[in-house]
């Protein structure tokens, strides 16, 4: 399946409260990366999205964060700007290095402690323990996710963090790390089978579009209680516009596994990175990303371990 480290010069780190359900997890790129982004659910969370846009300055990122906390988990990526200004990384705008640390956040206030969020310090230590080595799971900002909360939170499961990558003969290699917390169920894209989602009482997995058909008139879950949000890496040789195209394309692989993707509730948001060393098409690399995002989040579901109250996919 490999990991989203196969891409040269990413590493990635993780760091959680365990007891308090939530986390934070770093993309750090050795050398600075063209980034782009897209942002497709209706209740974001996010920072330096704007400044990633294809017609604004900024070319290349030094780290991607991801997080927990609602938007109070933003605030882990000031500990990983100052890990990277301790080291002298950072757009040299002449009176200084800037870090450029764009992130996304996903909200897990509905489980563990909702008064402990991911932090600078939080942030910081990600970057301390950054690896080529991704751990899947209940780590990092997939510490406290959850998915299927159609029914509420009494009958979700437990979502996570997950990996994949593809390596092609021409060297050309793509890979995805995403946090899985989404307001849908999951499906594996091959069988059309529902891996995780909301449970009934005798532990049937509901279809989530069915079940708002049939209850239409229901109150919603509090918007922006969810959130699926990512990083696809890759080592083509590409421009900021296409780098964001392969972020854009990447999102069909989050709507093949994730039903309903991209809804009120979610703030489903995927950035791309691109290093620069392998030509490639920007169909073929966006395609190959949304592959793997699939891959991801199929893994993150499988791979994570239940909490009080909400089973994961081994349970059930």
């Given at each position: ?17 365990e ?18 982004v897209d ?10 999205t704007d400044?990633?846009?294809p017609?604004n300055?900024?070319?290349r990122v030094?780290a991607?964060l ?10 882990a990526?000031?500990?990983v ?6 080291r002298?990384i950072?757009l040299?705008t002449?009176d200084?290095?800037?870090?450029i640390v764009?992130a ?5 206030l ?14 910081y230590?990600?970057?301390e ?8 799971g ?5 510490c ?8 509420g939170m009494?009958?979700?499961m437990?979502?996570?963090?997950g990996?994949a ?5 021409d060297g050309?290699v ?9 307001y849908?169920?999951i ?6 089978d529902?891996?995780a989602g ?6 049937t ?5 069915a079940w ?5 008139d ?8 969810n959130t699926t949000?990512g990083?696809?890496?890759t080592?083509a ?8 195209k ?10 093949r596994t994730?039903?309903?993707a ?15 060393q392998?030509q490639?098409t920007?169909?073929l690399?966006?395609?190959l990303a949304?592959n793997?995002v ?12 239940s ?7 081994s349970?059930v």
């Open positions: 399946m490999g990991q989203l480290t196969d891409v040269p010069g990413v590493r990635v780190g993780h760091a959680q409260q007891g308090a359900l939530t986390g934070c997890t770093v993309i750090l790129a050795d050398k600075p990366m063209v980034c782009g942002v497709r659910g209706a209740a974001p969370g996010t920072r330096e400044l990633l846009a017609i300055l900024v070319e030094h991607v991801l997080s927990g906390g609602s938007a109070f988990g933003l605030q990526a000031t500990g700007m100052a890990y990277l200004e301790e002298g950072g040299d002449g200084a290095r800037v870090p764009p996304a956040v996903l909200y897990d509905s489980v563990g402690d909702a008064a402990v969020r991911p932090d600078d310090t939080m942030g230590r990600a970057c323990v950054a690896s080529t080595e991704v751990a899947v209940n780590v990092g900002a997939g406290g996710a959850t998915v299927g909360k159609a029914l009494a009958h979700a437990k979502g996570g963090i990996t990558s593809v390596r092609l003969s050309l793509v890979g995805a790390l995403v946090a899985v917390n989404a849908g169920h499906v594996d894209p091959a069988s059309g529902i891996v909301p449970r009934k009482g005798d532990g997995l509901v279809d989530t579009v708002l058909q049939d209850n239409s229901q109150k919603l879950t509090f918007p922006g209680a949000i990083v696809i890496a080592n040789k590409m421009s900021k516009a296409r780098t964001t392969v972020a854009q394309m990447a999102q069909d692989g989050l709507a994730v039903v309903p991209h809804t009120m509730m979610d703030g489903d948001t995927l950035f791309a990175l691109a290093g620069g392998v490639a920007v169909d690399v966006g395609a949304a793997v699939a891959e991801a989040i199929l893994q993150a579901v499988t791979a994570a371990k909490i009080p109250g909400i089973p994961s996919v349970d």
